[in-house]
């Protein structure tokens, strides 16, 4: 018995090993294939907003959130869920977001930007340019009202969001669920 049992412990540790999606699905670089990334050159660890998380029956984007306590400045929004990715838009306070997703450690909130309709906002506020004057300017994709953000309804399947209206990762702390 002893001696079938410590093969099976040595493959415990293993199981957890596995890719969570195909390598054939993968493109250069780690991202995901057909993914779309909203600026000229995303950093290497970009990582999509994902909608659809709950499943058939239910949203895209199954929350609701308020930005707020921001202390009179911004809120960056960000192509990765840390404070060192690149910067893809800025949101000021009381602006309203759809929640799609969350980082791991529940720290950071994968958003879509949008009206409380699903509508893409009129303006957003233009996100501070980095030092360096070579890089692009992080893109604003809310070019007209009226757009539909294409989160209120259910998708079939598990995607990264590839909309005509702003995504990224916020910060946990600053963004207030709201009811509809």
């Given at each position: 018995m002893k001696a079938l049992a410590l093969p099976l412990l040595a493959l415990?540790?293993?199981s957890g090993c596995a890719d969570p999606e195909p390598t054939q699905k993968r493109a250069p670089g780690g991202e995901l294939a057909q993914e779309r990334v909203r600026s000229e050159e995303p950093s290497p660890t970009a990582r999509p907003v994902k909608?659809?998380?709950?499943?058939?029956?239910?949203a895209a984007c199954q929350g609701r959130g308020r930005v707020g306590n921001l202390r009179g400045g911004s809120l960056p929004v960000r192509d990765a869920p840390f404070d060192a990715a690149k910067q893809v838009g800025t949101l000021s306070e009381g602006a309203h977001v759809f929640v799609c997703t969350r980082s791991l450690d529940?720290?950071?909130?994968?958003?879509?930007?949008?009206?409380?309709?699903?509508?893409?906002?009129?303006a957003l506020a233009p996100s501070t340019p980095p030092t360096d004057t070579a890089a692009a300017d992080p893109v604003d994709v809310a070019e007209a009202p009226g757009v539909?953000?294409?989160?209120?309804?259910?998708?079939?399947?598990?995607?990264?969001?590839?909309?005509?209206?702003?995504?990224?990762?916020?910060?946990?702390t600053f963004v207030a669920a709201v009811a509809r």
């Open positions: 415990i540790p293993l909608i659809g998380e709950g499943g058939t029956r239910f529940q720290q950071w909130l994968g958003v879509v930007v949008g009206t409380e309709d699903g509508l893409a906002p009129p539909d953000c294409g989160v209120t309804a259910p998708v079939r399947s598990k995607r990264a969001y590839d909309g005509p209206c702003l995504s990224g990762w916020v910060e946990n």
